[in-house]
């Protein structure tokens, strides 16, 4: 009955209840455009597979530099609340302007100034997060539990979003997905500026709760640089970047695989990317039940070897149905590595869950920028299978790169195996 408690307490809190609204909203929107991105750039904007790589790496440094300086000033001074509500009215903008501007140079500018900007609501959604369970004293071995429960409602986004993106799409062409995209974020604004709360102190509310600091590491907020001098997190941070890039190839190069190489459907992109979340919301639960028992790192090193097996599988499918399959294996992927792994890096640094979690979201900003380039140079050159290969070989180096981490190393193994 224990491991039932996070959702009781979810449902049974205003506040949280909203937070949970907010995480659904934020899916949504990201559900209804990620999916369908590389077929908008190279058909509805005409650029090629390398010109879309180039746009979306703009809006990926973009992303890095602004949502980077942005964590920093939440955890020093700032409120989390605002820099939420800054990114949701930014992205509803941003998706205005996709709606309607198809020439790449006007889209790339709109997407470096608005989509970049919008880029730390991930991030900082789930900081804000960590920040209101402390002040509701959640204990620390509850916390990743609590994490991928808040994670699910994410997923529950996905689960139904592509397909109704794909159907919104085949009626109103891209110009009403990323309208409806724009009114999910105004919707997260609101909520974010009506139902939720202001957090408390940015210093030492958590230290009292959480194990102690990285030796070596400052207590104040560090420069992302500064931060990866630790080995421990430089190597974690390495591992997370080369998973990124096959992850962000892996996104990009499904929908043209179906397309263009099977010639499948955009209803069947739909499909594809709303089985996954199906599966995602019983992943998400059952691997946060694991990771109050088990060390996050081993969870996370196995599930890169997994990944290596899923983007091999989808190497060499030959109808949709095999790639329905196999998107349930990459909802297990998907729960370990976006729900256990945003608490993995939140505890490197104590007290500091803006500038943690997005060390990890700049993981993932710099995976894009090169997974972006190298599906433009793979997908051109070699075909969407070969993309694949490349995913399968980038996750076998997360693997390793973990594997060679002392794990005495890490702060993140405070559970026994």
């Known amino acids: 009955m224990s491991e039932i408690r996070p959702i009781r307490t979810l449902l049974a809190n205003s506040e949280l209840r909203s937070l949970l609204l907010a995480t659904l909203m934020l899916g949504v929107s990201y559900a209804f455009v990620m999916p369908f991105m590389s077929l908008f750039g190279t058909r509805a904007a005409g650029m090629s597979p390398l010109g879309f790589g180039v746009f979306m790496t703009v809006i990926a440094l973009s992303g890095i530099v602004l949502s980077t300086a942005l964590a920093r000033y939440s955890d020093v001074q700032g409120s989390r609340k605002r820099v939420l509500v800054l990114g949701g009215l930014s992205g509803a903008v941003g998706y205005v302007g996709y709606a309607f501007l198809r020439d790449p140079l006007p889209l790339t500018l709109c997407g470096a100034l608005f989509i970049g900007l919008s880029s730390v609501t991930f991030s900082q959604l789930f900081a804000y997060a960590r920040d209101l369970l402390d002040e509701h004293r959640t204990p620390p071995t509850q916390v990743p539990l609590y994490m991928n429960v ?66 070596g590491l400052p207590q104040a907020p560090a420069p992302l640089l500064q931060t990866l001098r630790n080995p421990a997190i430089l190597g974690s941070f390495s591992a997370f970047v080369a998973y990124f890039v096959a992850s962000t190839m892996g996104m990009l190069n499904l929908p043209l695989l179906l397309v ?6 955009e209803r069947q992109v739909g499909i594809a990317y709303s089985v996954a979340p199906f599966f995602e919301l019983p992943f998400m639960y059952y691997v946060g039940v694991l990771a109050t028992r088990i060390r996050h790192v081993r969870m996370i090193r196995v599930t890169f070897a997994l990944a290596a097996a899923y983007y091999l ?76 290969v490349a995913c399968a070989g980038l996750s076998l180096v997360s693997a390793g790169l973990l594997l060679l981490l002392r794990t005495k190393s890490v702060t993140a193994t405070r559970f026994a195996a």
């Not at 996905?158 to 919104?168: C, K, L, N, S």
């Not at 062409?173 to 990323?178: A, D, K, L, M």
């Open 260 to 265: 263009e190489t099977m010639g499948g459907s």
């Open 313 to 388: 599988a989808l190497s060499v499918v030959t109808n949709a149905y095999q790639v329905y399959g196999a998107q349930v294996v990459s909802a297990l992927i998907v729960s370990v590595t976006s729900g256990v792994a945003i608490t993995f890096f939140q505890d490197f640094l104590p007290g500091q869950a803006g500038t943690a979690t997005n060390l990890y979201s700049s993981a993932q900003r710099i995976g894009s920028v090169a997974g972006y380039l190298t599906f433009g140079l793979l997908g051109g050159a070699f075909g969407h299978r070969v993309v694949f």
């Open 150 to 215: 808040l994670r699910s409602a994410f997923a529950l986004a996905w689960t139904a979003g592509p397909a109704i993106a794909a159907w919104v799409m085949a009626s109103y062409s891209f110009t009403g997905t990323f309208l409806v995209a724009a009114c999910c974020l105004l919707i997260f604004t609101i909520i974010v500026q009506v139902l939720l709360p202001e957090v408390g102190d940015r210093t030492g509310r958590a230290t009292a709760l959480l194990p102690g600091p990285v030796p």
